[in-house]
């Protein structure tokens, strides 16, 4: 039949060949639309989550005064200093006034902070109740009904992240914690880790692209490579426990130079949890890095090579700077990976309750994924709504770090 012909080399002719560029298209039309609703529900999904995240930040509260502000003066905020300051002194004990201040003298402070400290010390409202965004919105008449069966409390509607949860130190208290201790934590374990891995994986994928011959021993190290990119976090959280808080814990602890702080003379600092973070993402910089030099079209080496220029001076000047947008996408990954690690980080000993901030790289520390889960395993409602913000102030640093990292690779291809 004419419609059935096919041409010599098979390929369909006529009404066959219509017949097949109708198929194709279906089978084409199909796929399309399957990965369209995979990605419109990957969005959903993350939508949803944050979603539900957010509601458990913000919503009414019951505050209930252990001191009744009405009781000490017609209007705090309105006081001077003076005034304040003899509120304080007269209502806690000298015990309490001597830790004050061990902190910042009572006396030098401004009115502002001598107010926070009459609320917190004096007033010390307590949160008896809260309730999340939903219920606050459409169950208002209950929540006020259940605010009734409440001595003494007033409803109040929160927003558990706001600048002072942000730079407040944590706290076993949930109306004044706050993630600043932590925030700082993460961002020296994650720069520590930062340092570590880019130069070591950079200069390991060049030598594997560029210098290596291929012998058995090569081979023998991308294959480790490889695999150690798929190790569960948990293995090196066990490796940094091993060599860098016990092995090398003279080094990680500062004690070799003289830095060491006597809480933190085992090993189980900032620099010890960099590093292992940093050997958990070096697998994943290398192999993206290797990807972006190999991409490197190789017109550019023979055009150098053409010039009289030197292996290095090929890879310095045009391979690498020709990489580097693909390099930075992996580095951007591997920080964002080592940003929210917990597992290693427990392992290599993080303090889950810390209110020092971290003064260098041998300090005691915590970080805010580990804040996250020590708030989330406390069985108080409250620190609940506390790891819900805390969530939403990660995520907030991971865009945020993401973005600018992202901006910079963006430059540095239109520079190249």
Do not use: C
């Not at 993080?350 to 260098?360: K, L, M, N, Q």
Request: no cysteine; charged share 15%; hydrophobic share 50%.
């Amino acid at each position: 039949m004419a419609g059935d012909m096919r041409s010599n080399d098979g390929f369909p002719q006529g009404e066959s060949y219509a017949g097949f560029v109708r198929k194709r298209r279906r089978v084409g039309t199909f796929f399309r639309t399957l990965f369209l609703l995979a990605t419109v529900l990957g969005v959903v999904i993350l939508a949803v989550l944050v979603l539900d995240v957010a509601n458990d930040a913000f919503g009414y509260v019951a505050i209930q005064n252990q001191v009744a502000p009405e009781s000490l003066a017609e209007d705090l905020e309105e006081l001077p200093q003076e005034e304040l300051l003899a509120i304080l002194t007269a209502n806690i004990s000298a015990g309490r006034l001597r830790a004050l201040n061990a902190q910042a003298l009572v006396a030098e402070r401004s009115q502002e902070e001598v107010l926070a400290l009459v609320v917190s010390e004096v007033v010390r409202p307590k949160i008896v109740e809260s309730w999340s965004l939903a219920e606050s919105i459409f169950e208002r008449a209950r929540i006020e009904a259940e605010l009734a069966t409440i001595p003494n409390a007033v409803l109040e509607f929160k927003a558990w992240l706001n600048w002072d949860f942000i730079t407040a130190p944590q706290s076993s208290d949930p109306t004044s914690a706050g993630i600043r201790t932590a925030i700082l934590g993460s961002i020296w374990v994650t720069l520590i880790a930062f340092l570590v891995a880019t130069p070591l994986g950079v200069g390991a994928a060049t030598y594997l692209e560029e210098y290596s011959k291929g012998g058995k021993l090569d081979g023998l190290i991308e294959t480790n490579i490889n695999n150690l990119a798929g190790v569960p976090s948990i293995i090196y959280g066990m490796l940094g426990l091993a060599v860098f808080v016990r092995f090398f814990g003279q080094i990680t602890s500062g004690v070799v130079f003289g830095a060491a702080d006597p809480s933190t003379a085992n090993g189980r600092t900032i620099l010890a949890a960099g590093m292992t973070l940093g050997l958990l993402i070096l697998p994943l910089v290398i192999i993206n890095a290797r990807e972006a030099i190999r991409a490197t079209p190789r017109a550019f080496r023979e055009a150098s090579y053409g010039l009289g220029a030197t292996k290095w001076q090929t890879t310095w000047h045009h391979v690498l700077p020709n990489a580097l947008p693909g390099i930075l996408t992996g580095v951007i990954l591997s920080v964002s990976r080592a940003f929210g690690e917990t597992a290693p980080l427990i392992v290599v000993g993080v303090s889950t309750f810390i209110v020092v901030d971290p003064a260098g790289p041998f300090s005691k520390f915590t970080t805010l994924p580990v804040q996250i889960f020590q708030w989330t395993a406390r069985p108080q409602e409250e620190f609940q709504r506390l790891a819900a913000a805390a969530i939403l102030a990660l995520l907030f640093l991971l865009l945020t770090l993401n973005a600018t990292a992202i901006y910079l690779r963006n430059r540095f291809a239109r520079r190249y």
